[in-house]
C-alpha cells in the first residue's frame, strides 16, 4: 500500500496585489515591524525585476518602483515612489529607522528614512553613496539586514558592506561573486550570503 502526502502550499492568501487599482510590479523584499503601534506592519518594496522586459514590460501597470507599507488590516500605504530600482529593505533595531537599497546602476546607494509612530516615514536621507560601478566590480546595492548593534549588512559591489547607524563605511567583506541577499543565523554570530551560485557564510566575533 502506497500513501501519499501533499502540501498546502499553493493555497495562497493574497493580502496586496494592487494598488489605486493597478498591479503591483513584482514585490521583493519585505520586513516586519515588531513593536508599537505598527506591529505586524509588512514594509515592502516593488521593483520590476519579475517583469520579462522590467521598466519596458508592456504588462507593467504601475508608472513607478514604490517602497510601501501594509498595515495588519490590510491597509496599503505607499511611502516612496521616487527609486528606480528600490531594491533590499530593513528597520534599525528600535525600529525607528527604515533603510532601503537602491540597485540603480546608474546611481547605486542606499537610504534611510526617519519612522514615525504611524508607520509612515519621512525625512529620507542618502545614507550613503556607492561609486559607479566599474568593469572589474561585480553587484550593486541590494540585501540589507540591521545587527543587534545597530551595524547595517548590506550586499553591494564587491561583497558585504557594513555601515554604522549614520551611514559611515565601517568595511567591507569581499565575496568571489555577485551578493544578492543575506541573513543572520538565530543569535546573529554568523552571516550568510547568497551569492550567484553559491551560499557563503563567515563569522562575527562577539
Known amino acids: 500500500m502506497r500513501s501519499h502526502v501533499y502540501a498546502d502550499w ?48 508592456p504588462a507593467k501597470e504601475l508608472a513607478f518602483q514604490g517602497v510601501y507599507a501594509l498595515s495588519p488590516k490590510g491597509k496599503l500605504t505607499l511611502l516612496d515612489d521616487s527609486l528606480v530600482y528600490p531594491n533590499g529593505i530593513a528597520l534599525s533595531p528600535d525600529e525607528k529607522t527604515l533603510y532601503v537599497s537602491a540597485s540603480n546602476a546608474a546611481n547605486p546607494s542606499w537610504y534611510s528614512y526617519a519612522v514615525g509612530d504611524d508607520g509612515r516615514v519621512h525625512s529620507r536621507k542618502l545614507f550613503h553613496q556607492a561609486p559607479v560601478q566599474s568593469h572589474n566590480q561585480h553587484g550593486l546595492p541590494d540585501g540589507l539586514k540591521v545587527h543587534h548593534s545597530g551595524i547595517v549588512f548590506a550586499t553591494g559591489p564587491g561583497g558585504v558592506w557594513l555601515f554604522d547607524p549614520q551611514g559611515v563605511l565601517l568595511a567591507k567583506v569581499h565575496m568571489p561573486s555577485i551578493s544578492a541577499n543575506l541573513a543572520f543565523n538565530a543569535d546573529q554570530t554568523k552571516v550568510f550570503v547568497t551569492a550567484h551560485h553559491q551560499l557563503l557564510s563567515f563569522s562575527l566575533k562577539p
Do not use: C, I, W
Not at 493574497?14 to 505598527?38: C, E, H, I, M, W
Open 10 to 57: 499553493y493555497n495562497y492568501l493574497v493580502l496586496a496585489s494592487r494598488y489605486q487599482g493597478k498591479r503591483l510590479n513584482s514585490p521583493n523584499d519585505g520586513v516586519f515591524s515588531r513593536k508599537g503601534r505598527t506591529k505586524g506592519t509588512l514594509y515592502f518594496t516593488d521593483p520590476p525585476y519579475g517583469l520579462a522586459k522590467q521598466l519596458e514590460d
